[in-house]
């Protein structure tokens, strides 16, 4: 078991960025793959994007281009870099472990160990 901690969300103008950390206690953090997921007011938490444990990337198409997911095995934290953030990135964004990785890794239940979420407002 792994526990996350998310940090880096605020209230944002669209167009502007975030850097979102996700900073995990456990040692064996390099092992995992992570990934992103966010769930805003009255809709189902949707994947975001994932990483595996060498760098290899899976992003949702609402995303691609605008949001990069990266990960400092030295430092036990993934990150997600978002830019031209939109009034619909509007939610809480949650980082997540998971012992496998599939090549896409989208499904919440490939995870194993969930952050708590962090608040992300985009005004228009």
């Given amino acids: 078991q792994v526990q996350l901690v998310e940090s880096g969300g605020g209230l944002v103008q669209a167009g502007g960025?975030?850097?979102l950390?996700?900073?995990s206690s456990g040692r064996t953090f390099s092992s995992y793959a992570m990934g992103w997921f966010r769930q805003a007011p009255g809709k189902e938490r949707e994947?975001?994007?994932a990483i595996s444990w060498s760098g290899s990337t899976h992003y949702a198409d609402s995303v691609?281009?605008?949001f990069t997911i990266s990960r400092d095995n030295a430092k036990n934290t993934v990150y997600l870099q978002v830019n031209s953030l939109k009034p619909e990135d509007t939610a809480v964004y949650y980082c997540a472990a998971a012992t496998y990785y599939?090549?896409?890794n989208t499904d919440e239940y490939d995870y194993h160990d969930w952050g708590q979420g962090t608040q992300v407002t985009v005004s228009s």
């Fill in 102 to 104: 599939s090549g896409s």
């Fill in 47 to 49: 994947f975001v994007a």
């Fill in 21 to 23: 950390s996700c900073a």
């Fill in 64 to 66: 691609k281009g605008r």
């Fill in 17 to 19: 960025s975030l850097r």
